[in-house]
């Protein structure tokens, strides 16, 4: 990749940014122009082009048009209204968008269900929105019945593919094509609530973020520009559909311009070139684990057989950016930064390696609702000064990152159903008496050109021999070494030592040599960020959408009588892991660690 100057880099940036505002000005929580409206428009522009590829399987857009009215119509006989929620538990396929965008139309709003959830996670995630219906696709049956005895109110469920609940297909099938009247979303505006997406459940139970329809249509804008995305172009999207980038983003980047949509029902590392191959696909949605589990495949001579230029989505790595650009050929990235929930979003448009974003030194005012804060690591809080203010990082100092919530698209914070979860993201008193800020829980940097990266969540960085230890640094550490396929970085509480050590879930091939991989980290970080505990997987604890799972690793520990992986922990006298016995173990908690 030839590298930009910094020239070339501004203006890279700038004609982005114009183009973003292109696709996105005008829209407003006050405007009665909704989602369904953004949707129908696309449909009477591109009614004839393709919008879905699905298993061998064409869906034109006036044919999603008319399936999502069908959608509608059934909500409207059922009896539902303004307001009233169902909840899709549905695998990835061309009904779950109709759905949802079906139910807008008639001011009926969605709630995308993890379709990892079953018993009392999946009852919490539907009583937290008040669902009152919910429909499912293939292989629920026993995910619904294990939630049943945690409802709080009896729930009427309806399936696509299930010979235990009521079959909604016989009910679509008789209801009309032809678009509802835009009176029965009568009085809806830009800030009601079109979704609620869900947080991705890493520790504790999901949070419901409410998804305006002014957000929805936000997110589904905000590639078509940077991206430079035509009708031509066809789009793979593996990501589940509950998830915002996937389900939002991937959705409304092809079908608000009048591209395609290449569905897959789920993502597959083994089969994911071929099929992009097959479907002509020009761009890919990624989460950043994605890119890494395909680096992960054995090399072929098909890598670069693909008409792939680019990607969008979020947590791509510096050092996997570069090799999978390498690798496969595709090196335009449009890293984002962003959650489902908060009014920050930040996008690295001129393609810096290793940056989640970009706030140019000459381009201050547009970003003066985002701020960066020095943490408290201790008191996972922001420092304040002499004055009660919180005290902003400098450059290449690490900070939290806040939103200022305002009145405006750009910085309302809708929250959650809950009210204390809401409460909790809220900051006050920040820079002045009576401000409120959206706390994102992030760490980030920004450089002097105003390149932003990420470093860690709040709560995932931890202190270790006096020293702030960043478990995403460590676990890019990790993934420089030959062997090593997956690192999950987290602190955990060692009886009689002050802070937490580092411990790492890997997985790795066989060639791998534990006992020297010390050596090798020595050789990338400093002596106290290097792990003091390895767990080896078989297959990494990820969630839905392939954020590492660390609520459940934290709690196991490090005790060979309650982890069936083999453990390891460091032997300072000999520098090497050797592995966790019961002796050992009982030498550690006793104080007696050779580390």
């Known amino acids: 990749m030839k590298a930009l100057s910094n020239l070339q880099r501004d203006a890279k940036f700038l004609t982005g940014a114009l183009s973003l505002l292109k696709w996105t000005k005008g829209i407003s929580p006050d405007s009665d122009f909704l989602v369904p409206d953004d949707f129908e428009r696309a449909v009477d522009d591109h009614e004839i082009r393709i919008a879905f590829r699905f298993e061998g399987r064409l869906t034109t857009y ?132 079109c979704l609620f997406v869900y947080t991705s459940g890493t520790t504790g139970m999901p949070k419901a973020a409410k998804l305006t329809h002014a957000r929805v249509r936000t997110l589904m804008r905000n590639f078509i520009g940077p991206c430079e995305i035509t009708p031509k172009d066809r789009i793979l999207e593996a990501l589940p559909l509950y998830h915002a980038t996937g389900g939002v ?11 395609s949509l290449i569905l897959e029902r789920k993502f597959s590392a083994s089969r ?13 949605v990624y989460i950043g684990e994605i890119c890494r589990y395909l680096l992960n495949q054995p090399e072929r001579p098909s890598d670069k057989q693909h008409q792939i230029r680019g990607g969008f989505g979020n947590g791509l790595r510096g050092d996997v950016w570069a090799r999978f650009a390498d690798r496969f050929g595709v090196s335009d990235f449009k890293e984002f930064y962003g959650s489902t929930e908060g009014n920050v979003s930040l996008l690295n448009i001129d393609g810096k390696i290793g940056a989640c974003g970009r706030i140019p030194p000459w381009m201050k005012k547009p970003f003066a609702h985002v701020a960066f804060v020095k943490p408290d690591m201790e008191t996972e809080q922001p420092v304040r000064g002499e004055d009660g203010f919180c005290v902003r990082a400098g450059v290449d100092e690490v900070g939290e990152v806040l939103g200022r919530i305002g009145d405006d698209n750009r910085t309302r914070f809708e929250g959650y159903t809950d009210k204390r979860d809401t409460a909790g993201k809220v900051l006050h008193d920040v820079f002045e ?64 030592a002050d802070g937490k050590a580092g411990m790492a879930a890997i997985t790795a091939s066989d060639e791998l040599d534990i006992a020297g991989l010390h050596r090798l980290l020595a050789e990338r970080l400093p002596g106290y960020a290097i792990p003091v505990f390895l767990r080896v997987q078989k297959e990494p604890e990820t969630t839905g959408t392939f954020k590492y799972r660390k609520f459940e690793l934290v709690k196991d520990g490090f005790d060979p009588h309650q982890v069936r992986d083999p453990l390891y922990v460091y032997n300072a006298e000999e520098d090497r892991y050797e592995p966790m016995t019961e002796e050992v173990y009982r030498k550690v908690v006793s104080g007696g660690g050779r580390f």
């Open 249 to 259: 983003c991937a959705v409304g980047a092809a079908l608000m311009c009048g591209a």
């Open 433 to 496: 008496k009576g401000d409120m800020w959206f706390r994102t829980g992030d760490l980030m940097r920004k450089d002097k050109d105003g390149y932003v990266y990420f470093v860690d969540r709040i709560g995932d960085t931890f202190r270790w021999k006096g020293e702030n230890v960043a478990t995403n640094e460590v676990g890019e550490a990790f993934s420089r070494i030959q062997g090593v396929e997956t690192a999950n970085v987290y602190g955990i509480a060692v009886p009689g």
């Open 272 to 284: 994911f070139w071929d099929d992009a191959a097959l479907n002509g696909a020009t761009l890919f």
């Open 62 to 193: 006036a044919e999603f048009d008319a399936r999502a009215n069908r959608y509608a119509h059934w909500a409207l006989q059922r009896g539902l209204k303004k307001g009233d929620v169902v909840a899709l538990l549905m695998e990835n396929r061309p009904d779950y968008v109709a759905a949802w965008v079906g139910f807008s139309k008639v001011g009926v709003v969605t709630a995308l269900i993890n379709t990892n959830l079953d018993s009392e996670a999946l009852a919490y995630s539907l009583n937290i929105v008040g669902a009152q219906k919910l429909i499912t696709g293939t292989g629920f049956e026993a995910a619904v019945h294990s939630a049943q005895p945690f409802l709080e109110q009896p729930l009427d469920v309806w399936s696509l593919n299930s010979p235990v609940f009521r079959d909604i297909r016989t009910d679509l099938k008789d209801m009309p094509t032809h678009r509802p009247t835009r009176l029965r979303r009568a009085g809806l505006k830009g800030k009601d609530t």
